[in-house]
């Protein structure tokens, strides 16, 4: 039990990191022919048996890592995070709040190592975003508002995420 900020006691769990997504099957059967919605929430986590068989858990599974793995999995060109912001920020919400347009992993990295990123706000969102650059040269991740998700799609706004140079 951990005390939550002023709003009582909370039970706390682990929150591994997503490993597979068992029902990827049924995802990629519906994925060309109707509006998938998987791995809401994080979904549930289990653990396969020794005989083949799953068991719950009692844990978290982080929703962006969770879509991170999904769109993985289904060979995503782009992984797009929607959120509350048009974009992400050095000094959030202070006087020398800097916006971001375009950055590389290794530019992500260093902030996160910086300290830039809320845990459990926009830090599991950069992270997932990068870890999806990274897994592919050609891929690209944006994270930006729910709002503005089109926008981003056309390169108008939103923050990018790539392996290596910036798109011009």
């Known amino acids: 039990m951990q005390e939550d900020s002023g709003r009582g006691w909370r039970r706390v769990v682990a929150s591994p990191s997503p490993k ?9 059967v519906l994925w060309d022919s109707t ?10 986590p289990v653990v396969e048996k020794e005989d083949g068989s ?9 929703k962006d890592l969770a879509a991170e793995r999904l769109a993985e999995d289904v060979n995503a060109d782009i992984f797009m995070i929607l959120t509350e912001v048009e974009k992400v920020s050095l000094n959030f919400k202070k006087a020398n709040q800097i916006d971001l347009d375009h950055i590389t992993v290794a530019e992500a990295e260093k902030y996160i190592e910086e300290g830039h990123f809320a845990p459990g706000s926009m830090l599991p ?20 508002s729910l709002y503005k998700g089109e926008d981003a799609l056309e390169g108008k706004t ?9 798109e011009e």
């Open 35 to 44: 509006i998938c919605v998987a791995a809401g929430g994080g979904s549930i």
């Open 54 to 62: 799953l068991e719950g858990v009692a844990a978290v599974i982080d």
């Open 158 to 166: 939103g923050t990018v995420i790539t392996l290596n140079k910036r």
């Open 125 to 144: 969102k950069v992270r997932a975003a990068l870890m999806f650059a990274k897994a592919n040269p050609s891929h690209k991740s944006i994270i930006t």
């Open 20 to 28: 597979k997504i068992v029902e990827l099957p049924a995802i990629k």
